[in-house]
């Protein structure tokens, strides 16, 4: 095969070792799968069974490696998608309005509308809890005592009440537990009756849950993993029920398991450095300190005994930047060979070798990031490498197959360090001799770049440098000339606005092109709903849809990519803003309002209030202001055609979703999945299903010993089997008319004017007398996807893989994405963002702490320190007027309704709460009016909030 893994490491013809690939072998497995609507190990079936998985109402993780998760469709929810989202609605498309008038509406799929059982309030009544009940009058006497009665078009009757059933005249207490669905409990929990008409639901042993809907407990996905060792396997055999298996390599029963082979019992298994030791409840063999690898094959600092590497080496110790690249992850060392330093200048080696000199020398020789022979031959010569000397860049040229770096070969590659990979290379590589470490700003990087003059205008018409410069750093993805000019001409506009000129600018991060990743999104200064996607297409990095053809322009706070295309502000996210208006807390007018924490003051609005305080002993009034506060809730929604938390694009192409041939599961919690129309298959509805062609795949094949021309582009024309003939393929070839001169791969033919003719059957290719069988997979990855393996089944046929890490049909592949299952294993508190197929991190949200797998809130009130509060009466005094918890603040701000106690307001008067005013001790007219309407004269018509 011509499939291979890098990451292993080989001993060259000089025992240094170096990064080489390790062939895959073809070998024939079965692998276990589920059938659709069947998960996890045992196939078990998915909540609501297989024939209807998740009510028919969202998508169930399935398959072997699934956990038989229901991932609902907008509008429904539950573990088995049983339930609609909106509690006021029921019914399969869960699209009626319930009946239920003053209760709990059954929102159940298979409900008729009506009320829970139990949840009436006081006064209605019935299945929709739409009767009104009132006092009988004079008829009472023919009302059970536990009933009332009820007017309707002016006749009486008599209704039980709220927990009894019967006529009125004789009612009896329901029992809600009874029925088909007792107390509208799930089927997996038992109704539990606790009083008069009332019951709760509980979930059953192994089951979790509210009781009306119950999940099966997973004891494999509890911290404890069913109580099963760490070197077992937990495997789910029902709800709250597990059984544990060792690992492969160990023996027990699950529950405890040891080690069954271990390299004390391999004489020679580990590497003459390595030693084998006893370590995470394994012997294995370990590699000495300062060394790297498996054990089995270790190795170090490769400059200290590559031969090669000797001077270069020398010159490292002369700087003393060794602890230096020793501590630096990911580096790339170019390392001139003996004779390349021989032949190097005598004037140029006296200035570089100075003492001072000589650290610039060698960093212009490292490079920032892990590249391998492979990884610079994928690179375009448009391609800078930055090196870890500040502003020193080094070019790439390709010339018959062979890349050269400043003009320099790779004589020896691929040499293995433990923090990086080392090439020796045929010439020194010199930095310019004014280089002086430090970079230019924005502006001045641009105006180094006459490609970009145009954008570099643009910033400064719209005076962004100043905004993006105050940044602790910052990507810039500047256009070119030639990209400005002709989105202008093709918008036909005159200019760029200034929106388009900040969906080009990333805040707060400096991503060189090793940092962006395929699939990474990341927020513009448009705000978090206007992101920007990384993708690599045919080895070309993109930013959406613009190729990146000139990378890592370092600034001295950031960096700039060039791109051959403008990028079109791309609205993915169609975010809902929710506003609530609330009232802050009551103090002294003059003060900084205070607002509930998440909140901020609306203007400068205030209203009159009162709040309390102790003054003399006892407990009294003051009139103050009340700030009126605002809190926004931005709920993030994807726009049509966008789903997943990054609210990716649906599958498809530029003609449209789903190829304009289906229906994209979308939104923020949309699966990307394309439901197909009729005749349409394929990961993106891009192809036929199997017997369709045409444009619309509405046409069926009609071959019946042949294979079809089938597919959209197809004209459902027959290629007979060897020993079949005629349009279907559907006569049977009895008598041979060529005399046994075709192939034993052909058929002889009857052509229109009684001729005989031997032409190759389905699946090979020749001239009749001679036919090879057709490798389907030679040309253009046989249609598969690039990120498919196409494998070679008849002759002409062919079978696409998705690789690993992508899902799909093989000829769309697309990214796995773990952030769209259970969060990513992220904590509910963090963003999952994916950064690879099949790969993910997590990031704790804003006013969160922690590694994103679990994530507190941030109490910035221990963040505060509290000397400033000793010896401070006025922070004393605050514990004592307001005991409960307000918001945090510096303990030398005003206490609120402040002032010195010892002298109350003028307007200050002492009343005690408990006692209402007489007549002797009536309000002053100031105060007074102020508290109007809840006090009038002497005595209160009602309470007052306080």
């Known amino acids: 095969m011509t499939l ?21 072998c073809n070998a024939t497995v079965k692998i276990p799968k589920c059938c659709e609507g069947f998960y996890g190990p045992d196939c078990v079936q998915c909540p609501g069974g297989f024939l209807n998985p998740c009510s028919g109402n969202g998508q169930c993780a399935d398959g072997l490696d699934g956990n038989g998760t229901c991932i609902c469709q907008d509008g429904f929810r539950g573990s088995q998608c049983q339930f609609c989202t909106d509690p006021n609605k029921y019914g399969p498309q869960c699209d009626k309005r319930c009946l239920c008038i003053f209760g709990t509406c059954d929102n159940r799929i298979d409900s008729d509308g009506a009320c829970l059982p139990g949840t009436c309030r006081e006064g209605s009544a019935g299945r929709f809890c739409h009767k009104h009940t009132s006092a009988c009058g004079p008829y009472m006497e023919f009302c059970h005592i536990h ?3 009820e007017y309707s078009n002016g006749t009486a009757s008599c209704v039980c009440k709220a927990g009894y059933e019967g006529d009125g005249s004789l009612c009896s207490e329901t029992d809600p537990c009874s029925g088909l669905t007792p107390g509208g409990c799930s089927r997996n929990a038992e109704c539990i009756k606790t009083g008069r008409g009332t019951h709760t639901c509980v979930c059953h042993q192994g089951w979790t849950g509210d009781g009306r809907d119950c999940s099966a407990i997973n004891t494999c996905l509890l911290p404890r993993a069913g109580g099963c060792h760490h070197n077992a396997t937990c495997l789910y055999v029902g709800p709250g029920q597990n059984e544990c298996e ?8 699950g529950i405890d398991c040891e080690p069954i082979t ?11 450095l390595a030693t084998c030791q006893f370590t995470s409840g394994v012997w294995s063999c370990v590699c000495p300190e300062g060394y790297e690898g498996d054990g089995l094959l270790c190795y170090g600092n490769e400059l200290s005994f590559l031969s090669a590497a000797a001077v270069f080496n020398q010159w490292i110790n002369s700087a003393s930047l060794q602890p230096l690249l020793s501590a630096t992850s990911n580096l790339t060392v170019l390392v001139p060979s003996r004779q390349a330093i021989e032949d190097l200048d005598q004037e140029e080696k006296a200035f570089w070798l100075t003492k001072s000199n000589i650290p610039a020398l060698i960093k212009h020789h490292t490079l920032l990031g892990t590249y391998g022979v492979a990884d610079l031959q994928a690179l375009s010569p448009s391609d800078m490498l930055a090196t870890s000397l500040q502003g020193s860049f080094l070019h790439l040229a390709k010339a018959n197959g062979n890349i050269t770096i400043e003009g320099a070969s790779v004589i020896d590659g691929d040499n293995a360090a433990t923090n990086g990979v080392i090439h ?12 002086t470490g430090s970079l230019p700003n924005l502006l001045t990087r641009l105006d180094q770049m006459p490609d970009y003059s145009i954008f570099r205008g643009y910033i400064i018409q719209y005076n962004l440098a100043s905004t993006i410069e105050a940044a602790d750093a910052y990507t810039v ?3 070119n000339n030639d990209a400005i000019e002709s989105y202008i001409r093709e918008k036909k506009i005159t200019t760029l606005e200034e929106d388009v000129l900040r969906y080009h600018v990333v805040l707060e991060e400096k991503l060189l092109k090793n940092d962006l990743h395929t699939g990474m999104h990341r927020e513009t200064m448009l705000g978090f709903s206007y992101l920007l996607g990384f993708f690599l297409h045919n080895d070309q990095l993109y930013v959406n849809e613009a190729p990146i053809n000139y990378t890592n322009a370092a600034t001295d706070k950031g960096v700039i990519h060039g791109l051959g295309k403008v990028l079109e502000i791309q609205k993915n996210r169609c975010d809902v803003n929710d506003t609530t208006i609330v009232r802050g807390k009551c103090g002294k007018c003059p003060q900084q309002p205070i607002c509930p924490f998440g909140t901020k003051p609306l203007g400068d609005e205030t209203r009159r209030c009162l709040y309390t305080i102790y003054f003399m002993g006892k407990r009294s009034l003051f009139i103050g202001c009340q700030p009126k506060c605002v809190k926004t809730v931005i709920t993030k929604e994807c726009c049509a055609g966008y789903f997943g938390p990054q609210c990716q694009p649906c599958p498809g192409s530029a003609e449209g979703i789903c190829f304009g041939n289906g229906i994209c599961l979308d939104g923020a919690n949309g699966t990307g999945v394309c439901e197909c129309g009729g005749g349409f298959g394929g990961t993106a509805c891009e192809t036929c299903v199997e017997g369709k062609y045409g444009a619309h795949c509405d046409q069926v094949c009609t071959c019946v010993h042949g294979r079809c021309n089938q597919g959209p582009s197809g004209d459902g024309s027959c290629n007979c089997d060897v020993g079949w003939r005629g349009v279907k393929c559907d006569n049977e070839i009895t008598k041979d008319n060529c005399n046994g001169t075709c192939h034993t791969s052909a058929n002889c033919l009857l052509n ?12 090979f290719q020749g001239n009749g007398t001679v036919c090879t069988a057709i490798n389907a997979c030679e040309i253009s990855n046989g249609g598969c996807s690039t990120k498919a393996i196409c494998k070679r089944t008849t002759p002409g046929s062919r079978e696409c893989v998705c690789k690993a890490g992508y899902t799909g049909d093989g000829i769309v592949c697309l990214e796995i994405n773990p952030c769209l299952e259970n969060n990513g294993g992220c904590h509910r508190h963090a963003e999952c963002t994916q950064t690879g197929p099949n790969q993910a991190v997590c990031n704790c949200l804003a006013k969160y702490t922690g590694d994103g797998k679990v994530c507190t809130l941030i109490d910035v009130c221990l963040t505060v320190s509290a000397a400033p509060c000793q010896g401070d009466h006025r922070a004393r005094l605050t514990s004592v007027l307001t005991p409960s918890r307000g918001a945090c603040s510096s303990c030398k701000a005003p206490i609120p309704g402040g002032g010195p106690v010892h002298t109350p307001p003028s307007w200050f008067i002492p009343l005690p709460i408990r006692e209402p005013p007489t007549v002797g001790r009536a309000l002053s007219l100031q105060a007074r009016s102020l508290l109007s309407p809840c006090w009038s004269g002497e005595f209160p018509r009602r309470p007052c909030p306080m």
């Open 262 to 272: 271990s390299c004390l019992e391999q004489t020679g298994r580990c590497h003459p």
């Open 424 to 435: 020796i290379i045929n010439k020194v590589l010199l930095p310019q001799r004014g280089l």
């Open 477 to 479: 993805f500047a256009p």
């Open 752 to 763: 229109p004017d009684g001729t005989a003719s031997c032409r190759c059957a389905a699946g």
């Open 246 to 253: 060792c690992k492969k390599g160990f023996r027990g029963n």
């Open 147 to 149: 009933a009332t009665c």
């Open 4 to 24: 291979f893994t890098h990451k292993c490491v080989y001993t060259g013809r000089i025992r240094s070792l170096k990064n080489g690939c390790a062939r895959y």
